[in-house]
């Protein structure tokens, strides 16, 4: 990494998380492809380091389980990218398997439907089929209840820490300057455009600004003179006033494992996600109910493990409009998950296999916490946010689209349009377009 912040560069990328990395890795390419530039021209700013964020905490999995369509297509160029190199990103393509109740049989249809016509091949079961799909896989499944199982072929999960450094050195390898603890601290604007990125290791003249903030969009959002509400106009005709961001408290951990984690078949098992919302979870020490849904999923836990384990989570937690970012993640007392979280997720576990009927002595007792700044409909955002400033506001879903930095880099470096894209205008909050709620608890699906 190098220190030296430049006078002038044409891109100037505003954090050092998935996306910015992606965008920075892609854009050079896209320059050298056309002509017009090499990864020179393209600077990574970060206040701290690569993945300093929710990118370097985040659970990892690359999934495209999403009841808000057009996500669809962005997943499949996420693929593309994850596929690229594997081995340098970190990414383990075990597929991912999530599972419902006969509520959800009418969403995973469509699920279905849709991925497979953007080229993300899935495949559907129902019924006795969905169950013995479940334990041919994980012959401890408990399926009772389970109705729905959607079976994506291509996913899987990456290593957090694998795939920032992997995009990092992406970035490197095409001459992209990323450049460590450099704080962003205004814009100097002339008109609509902004002229000069102000730093606290100086001033940066530019001709495009992408902000990958994650949870810190919301101050940037603000520095650019933008407001704290929105109003969403729905298809049906509804408005409602909104607050523009909403911060969610994240809760994932791990938990060790006697027997390393595997399918039936010896393998690393497939991402698993499941969401029954008529059933209650029961602690499994004291009989208590902790819920009256299940939301579960969890993977192996790689490279984020001591010894052999899995990583998972559930529903985050709403905090509201405002937010304590800094300091960020596990550093953030204020953060935390607490006690009732292991409760609910080993208890969850249990109830769905047999292997975790036990397994609240076994959770890993460490600090879990992050937090992320959603959109008004919980849908990403992806659109210029003044004339040469385009803003990447993943609302937390944000770790698996490395996809987002490939269609952006074709839009910066000259296509007139990435139709992937269009759907995440911001305008559709005022056109009418404002995405809906989901059948799901989760701002997740």
Known sequence: MTDTVPSAVSYVVVGAGIHGLSTAWHLAMELKARGKGSGKDVVVLDKTGPGAGASGIACGCVRNLYMTEPLHAILRHSVDVWSYDPVALGFQQVGYVSAGEANQLADYEKLHASQNRVGYHSDLYSGADARKFLTKIWPD?????????????VSGYAGTRQAVAGLAQKCADHGV?????????????????????????????????????????PKHWAMLGHGDTIEARYPDGGQVKKDMWTYWRLLEGEVYVDQPYRSAA???PPVLHVELMNTPVIDQTTGKELADHLYVYWKNGAERMDRPGVQGGTIPIKIGPKAVTDPYGHDNDEYQAEAQFADYLTSAMGQLMGRFETSRKDFRERRNGGIGAFTPDNVPIFDFVRDNVYMIADSNHGFKMTGVGKL???LLAGENRVPELEPFALSRFASGKTFGASNSHCPWV
């Open 141 to 153: 499944f408990k399926t009772d209840g389970i109705d729905v199982v959607l079976h994506e072929k």
């Open 177 to 217: 300057r990323v450049i460590s603890g450099v704080e962003v601290t205004g814009y100097d604007m002339t008109g609509s455009r902004v002229s000069r990125v102000r730093t606290t290791k100086g001033d940066i003249k530019c001709d495009m600004v992408v902000l990958g903030l994650g949870a810190w969009t």
């Open 266 to 268: 010896d393998l690393d």
């Open 408 to 410: 952006l880099a074709k």
